[in-house]
């Protein structure tokens, strides 16, 4: 009888997943270095070592640093969508289906609620929240591909809401003002999270503080919906 064999995984799939998470490790790295020292200040020198690897691993993997860079970039707007691709999703197809004012300011609620969870997420997520202030004040290689994937759209579907909300199809000059207002309020509890935390005398954005904070999206909903 033939001896019986271990089975093992093909060496070209080990090699993938091998290579996929050095690349994961230096997108990580290199998050954190553009983040605090913008594109022009970061080195590929200094993210390969914080990544531990070497300098050809980044040339093979990115080409070079703006290569590197635009990754970062793709990689937040993949992550976001991971996050809240479906209740962006749902949101879009209750706007486009003619939803009624009170499904549109229920879908904004959820929007917003969901917007906040994922810029108060954990230090991950802090470092992806300084790549995009940096870019955002410094224009960079990635400004249009983050413009066109994550920021755009996402202040597109606030402001249709809003319209949705008084009743109304297209989304004027001034629900865009206010589809940004309230975005920007939520990234206090991004990148300037500690500064928020202590104004607030918290500790932490634990369940009960995102508990609090979500009723007062509720609040800022109300306002921004009434019809006048």
Known sequence: MAEAHAIEAPPRRAGYAKGEETRAAVIAAALSEFGARGYAGATTRKIAEAAGVTLPVIAYHFGGKEGLYRAC??????????????????AEQAVRAGASPEDCRACLRQVLRMLLRVFAGADEAQARGAFVEREIRERGPAFRLLYEGLWKPGADLVARLIAGAQDRDAATADDRAAALMLISSLLAFHAGRDVSLSILGWAELD?????????VIDRLVAGVCARV
Do not use: M
Not at 73 to 90: L, S, T
Not at 207 to 215: E, T, V
């Open 73 to 90: 970039a793709q990689d937040i707007v993949a992550r976001y969508y991971e996050h809240a691709g479906p209740v962006a999703f749902q």
């Open 207 to 215: 369940a009960a503080a995102l508990s609090r904070l979500d009723l």
